[in-house]
């Protein structure tokens, strides 16, 4: 059977079908957020088989794949990379509706040309068809970026990395630019003191500034921004539940708080929330010093599942969304920043649908004239980064603020394979727009509707981010 993923592919008039193939299809790809191996660039990494750079790390295919009972020997476990493949293969057909049954089949045929469904009876052959393909150089990690024309990647790390993978990349000139992001979120993970305290020796050690109080932490984390900035860095991230900001700021002391860290006590829940605030307000200031972006992720509940997680790790499938209160918090913290003119670009992104309209209108309080979408309603994120998730998130901004100033899609993924999801986004905002002229809600105004869609997908992240 022929693949379903047609060059009209969700494309449902003929005003969205005019956007997308002269105003979007062909536009660079700018990845300012994601978490692609810095080292795997560094290295040109070839990959033994689809199965390595396809299946390994992919959370989103493994969840899938438990739901359906199968063993986790195939998903994580000691498996035969064939195996899991073809175990992936038996689950694909199963995953209709799932944003992941058209992501596995745009991806299929954007890299290996393949125009077939996934499923058992074709994995024998696509798997040897894939191995074939990859089994050549323009197949290694820096020729997946190319043939996506990706011209921007901004991976993640941590404030303690030595940047010497970037650094190699940098003198290589790769025609792909691949920029550091600032992910500090290990500087105030107070939580588990053992933990914490030995973090703060690698990144004493990383600094060269020895860590014994708060200020000398502010210190460490100052020199880690100023090093961040002198290898191109543009952007910080945080993954948070919700911002915090104390109902009593006078209540607590961050110098106090870190002698007691120190001492290995374990803080209660309001101190813990005093001290990240205290740590991420001072970061915001540094970031506005550097001109920086910051990127805030909030509401993801992670590691639910404790079994899993003593067994696997982090990261391996066992997260969900959060129902956290967002909008008080976030509000003073923006707040605060802001009444000092030291709020940065700012990028807000919402986890749970349900505060899609606090996201929508918290943008427009902190706007002042100074850049254009100064701050934004991110694109929709991880669970939500599908069809249905990335259409309110869409008209939700579209309704609260300026969908004009939308700085467009990212990745957020750790594979080299997930660039289709670029195409994905620009497809249904095509669609979205398409739909409004058809019913006469939007003018017939193909020029300037063309701008719109080609200043989301690329131009206002040019711009914004100063690429």
């Known amino acids: 059977m022929k693949n379903f993923i047609t060059e009209d592919f969700l494309l449902t008039n003929d005003f969205a079908k005019t956007l997308y193939h002269n105003y979007a299809k062909d536009l660079p790809i700018i990845d300012y957020h994601c978490h692609l191996s810095p080292q795997d660039i560094a290295a040109n990494r070839p990959f033994e088989n689809i199965t390595k750079v396809w299946l390994e790390g992919d ?4 969840r899938a794949m438990r739901t359906l009972g199968i063993s986790e020997k195939y998903i994580t476990g000691n498996g035969s990379d064939q195996e899991k493949f073809e175990q992936w293969a038996y689950a694909v057909p199963y995953t209709l509706r799932n944003p992941l049954y058209h992501w596995t089949h745009l991806e299929l045929k954007r890299y290996f040309g393949v125009d ?8 024998t052959e696509i798997y040897k068809a894939a191995n074939e393909q990859l089994a050549n150089s323009s197949y290694h990690t820096r020729g997946l970026l190319t043939s996506m024309k990706v011209e921007v990647v901004c991976t993640t790390d941590d404030p303690a990395d030595s940047l010497a993978y970037h650094q190699k990349i940098k003198n290589d000139k790769f025609k792909t630019t691949i920029l550091p992001t600032f992910r500090p979120d290990k500087s105030f993970a107070v939580e588990n003191t053992t933990a914490y305290i030995a973090y703060l020796e ?7 500034v020895t860590i014994n109080s708060f200020d000398s932490l502010l210190a460490a984390l100052k020199n880690r921004v100023d090093f961040f900035h002198a290898q191109g860095c543009k952007l910080s991230d945080h993954g948070l539940e919700q911002l915090y ?12 708080l870190f002698a007691r860290i120190l001492k290995k006590e374990t803080l209660d829940k309001h101190e813990v929330h005093f001290f990240k605030y205290s740590v991420l307000i001072e970061l915001g200031r540094m970031y506005h010093a550097k001109g920086w972006t910051q990127q805030y992720h909030l509401g993801a509940l992670r590691n639910t599942n404790e079994r899993m997680l003593r067994e696997l790790g982090p990261d391996t499938g066992f997260d969900s969304i959060g129902d956290f209160s967002q909008s008080v918090a976030l509000s003073k913290f923006l707040n605060e920043l802001d009444s000092t003119n030291q709020l940065a670009k700012t990028i807000l992104y919402n986890l749970n649908p349900a505060d899609n309209e606090v996201m929508g209108t918290m943008i427009g309080n902190f706007n002042d004239g100074s850049t254009k979408g100064k701050i934004q309603f991110g694109s929709a994120w991880w669970f939500l980064d599908q069809k249905d998730g990335m ?3 869409i008209n939700t901004l579209s309704n609260l603020g300026l969908l004009s100033c939308f700085i467009g899609m990212l990745t957020d993924s750790r594979s080299f394979l997930s660039y289709p999801r670029h195409e994905y986004f620009r497809r249904i905002l095509c669609n979205l727009i398409g739909k409004d002229v058809t019913a006469g809600e939007l003018p017939h105004d193909e020029k300037w509707l063309g701008k719109i869609v080609s200043d989301i997908c690329y131009h206002n992240a040019k711009a914004y ?3």
């Open 59 to 62: 959370h989103y295919k493994w």
């Open 116 to 123: 077939k469904l996934l499923t058992p009876d074709t994995a």
């Open 202 to 208: 690698k990144l004493s050690v990383a600094s060269g």
């Open 245 to 256: 900001y104390p109902e009593n700021k006078h209540a607590y002391n961050a110098e106090g």
């Open 391 to 393: 259409e309110k998130q």
């Open 465 to 467: 981010f100063n690429f």
